[in-house]
């Protein structure tokens, strides 16, 4: 018994057991110690109870079997699990916890070594990428979106600006006879921050004095005094993350609503500025296609193609780091039930799921098909011919593609 229950211990340290409810902690001992499950088995076992709660889904004992061979119990326990994570994601009567209702951090103003302009961090040679430069202008968002990977990199409660951000950018050194596109809503969100320490002042200078570089900016806020108050360079874009109203309300926390954002953008290309729209991630769920298509809808109601500049579509994909962050949170979340695959090193949808998201996104907006760029973000190459019917043959030849197509809606000079 003492050697049995030695090796529970063992199995059980550095894993999230002990953030389980206590009853669950008891069932998981009991059985663990009863069954002689193995070191795996119980870590095993601990990750199911997690996920089941995150999901909002019956409990481990809920769906422990009734059995006398180790073997059988856990293969039939394995089984329920996965029957769970198959089936397509509902969040009828689904519960959240312990959400956070307000923006609660920590500001932090400090001199950084180094610059933060850089290759989009999930840039890869096993994904078609358009090789966009990223600029760190903040560390950490103030939002609150369970699949984020974020969280995974930075101090989520507290927000970091880099005293030194407008010197640098003024001292930045770009080549005058290439085109660059830039983005900064890849560690933080672009805008809602606003003007804080200055970084709008400076990244607005920057795009003046910097023509050949289209800069975007990402947001899921409609925080757009700025945008609306000061003159704008041509060579700014002014992009929305979207999702249905379900997601948004169920797994993206603390951001604008669907209205809020779509009505930000009305307001901003009403000034001239070009718009995008990044439905990033498309996530299963029951009757999504719907809700999805009624979003689509409603912009090609809303804008005009001459309005926007691109838009981009992507699915969840996660890194291991990510899954054991999102795990290790006391909150409720369906964004891990999906059934995971292997995806160029990474997790993701089947490919069968991710064409029927890709294709009915696509045609769901053929009447802008020849006036507005459109994209996959970090898929395989194989599923631009699936999705759009043309692939690029590499990278580069995507990045061109796509500069050109902004540079002409931009009605600016593109320099190879």
């Keep these: 018994m003492n050697l049995q229950l030695d090796k529970f211990n063992d199995s059980v340290a550095g ?23 193995s070191f795996s088995q119980i870590k095993q076992i601990v990750d199911m109870a ?4 995150m999901w909002n889904e019956k409990t481990i004992e809920e769906i422990f ?11 039939r326990l394995k089984k329920a699990y996965e029957e769970l994570r198959s089936k397509p994601n509902s969040y ?33 040679e096993k994904t078609r990428c358009c090789n966009l430069l990223t600029l760190d202008a903040v560390e950490s968002c103030g939002f609150d979106c369970s699949y984020c990977s974020i969280q995974s990199f930075y101090n989520q409660n507290t927000i970091t600006f880099d005293s030194g951000f407008a010197a640098k950018l003024k001292n930045l050194n770009l080549e005058k006879d290439r085109t660059y596109h830039i983005g900064t809503g890849q560690s933080s969100d672009s805008l809602l921050w606003g003007n804080r320490e200055g970084i709008l002042d400076a990244l607005f200078d920057f795009a ?3 023509p050949n570089v289209i800069l975007e900016f990402k947001t899921k806020s409609d925080n757009i005094k700025y945008f609306l108050q000061n003159n704008v360079p041509k060579n700014i874009i002014c992009t929305w993350s979207l999702n249905t109203p379900t997601i948004i309300q169920n797994e993206e926390h603390l951001t ?62 996660f890194i291991k780091p990510v899954i054991k962050q999102l795990r290790e949170r006391d909150f409720r979340s369906k964004i891990t039930q999906m ?14 799921i991710k064409v029927e998201m890709f294709k009915h996104a696509y045609e769901s907006f053929t009447p802008w098909h020849k006036k507005v760029f459109f994209y996959l973000c970090m898929e395989e190459h194989e599923m631009w011919k699936e ?11 995507f990045e061109r593609a796509m500069l050109a197509a902004y540079t002409k809606k931009l009605q600016m000079e593109f320099l190879i």
């Excluded at 409810?21 to 002689?36: T, V």
């Design 208 to 210: 003046r004095q910097n």
């Design 256 to 317: 604008a609503s669907l209205d809020k954002r779509i009505s930000a953008a009305r307001k901003v290309a009403d000034k001239g500025i070009k718009i995008g729209f990044h439905f990033h991630p498309i996530v299963e769920y029951e009757n999504y296609l719907d809700e999805y298509g009624g979003v689509y809808t409603r912009l090609l109601k809303e804008f005009q193609p001459d309005e926007v500049a691109l838009v981009s579509f992507g699915t969840l994909t």
């Design 15 to 37: 894993t999230i057991f002990y953030k389980l409810p206590e009853n669950e902690q008891k069932f998981i001992k009991e059985k663990s110690i009863e069954f002689k499950f």
């Design 65 to 75: 079997p009734e059995h006398s061979q180790k073997k059988v119990i856990f293969s």
């Design 50 to 53: 997690r996920d089941l709660d």
């Design 339 to 352: 059934p995971f695959e292997n995806a160029s090193g990474k997790s993701s949808y089947p490919h069968n």
């Design 387 to 397: 999705t759009f019917g043309y692939q690029y043959a590499t990278n580069n030849d």
């Design 92 to 124: 009828n009567g689904f519960e959240l916890k312990n959400q956070r209702d307000e923006q609660k951090f920590t500001f932090k103003t400090e001199t950084k070594e180094g610059f933060g302009l850089g290759l989009c961090p999930v840039a890869s």
